[in-house]
């Protein structure tokens, strides 16, 4: 199968310029992680992880790579790669971005399913969470997650945020809202 002309690499002085606005974006490192601008090259990586989790299509994953990207360009944050510090290979992504209905900046994340439950999430988004504190301010990001999530409303309390009830109220009992720092009441 062909891919898309949207996926397809940009070269010449396109693919220069597409190298020289991911340089402008922060690189956060940690003990394991590296976590970068995105790049077309790991497109492959974020659909396989959205068919399989969400069931999404080719084009929905394409959609919404580039919606997520775009928020560097609209809000100053947006999507990180997350790849092996050994060997560049990306192994999922976070988030610091904001999606159609949100009231504020979400703190998000996704991985594949063989680099789940070896602590890159939370390695991952730690480092994400104090990169939100310095650009945004203790308080003003949260994480949205499904009351029924086990695994992503632990690694919320891992990060140490706090269920923020009244947030929640304007969700429904389905949705739980996390304040990474100060807390509404």
């Avoid at 390695?123 to 992503?152: I, K, M, P």
């Amino acid at each position: 199968m062909t891919p898309a002309r949207c996926t397809q690499p940009p070269s010449g002085k396109a693919a220069m310029a597409a190298a020289q606005y991911r340089a402008a974006l922060p690189v956060i490192q940690t003990r394991r992680l590296v976590l970068r601008a995105p790049s077309l090259d790991d497109l492959p990586v974020w659909t396989s992880i959205c068919k399989e989790s969400f069931g999404d299509t080719e084009q929905e994953a394409w959609t919404e790579f580039s919606y997520y990207t775009s928020g560097w360009l609209l809000h100053g944050h947006g999507l990180f790669s997350v790849t092996l510090k050994e060997d560049d290979q990306v192994i999922g992504f976070v988030i610091l971005g904001l999606e159609w209905d949100d009231q504020e900046p979400e703190l998000g994340y996704m991985f594949s399913t063989e680099h789940r439950l070896q602590g890159f999430a939370t390695e991952a988004c730690t480092a994400v969470r104090d990169f939100g504190f310095d650009l945004l301010g203790s308080g003003q990001f949260v994480s949205y997650v499904s009351q029924s999530n086990a695994r992503s409303n632990a690694l919320a309390e891992r990060l140490d945020a706090t269920r923020d009830k009244v947030a929640e109220r304007n969700f429904g009992a389905e949705q739980r809202v996390w304040r990474y720092g100060e807390v509404q009441a």
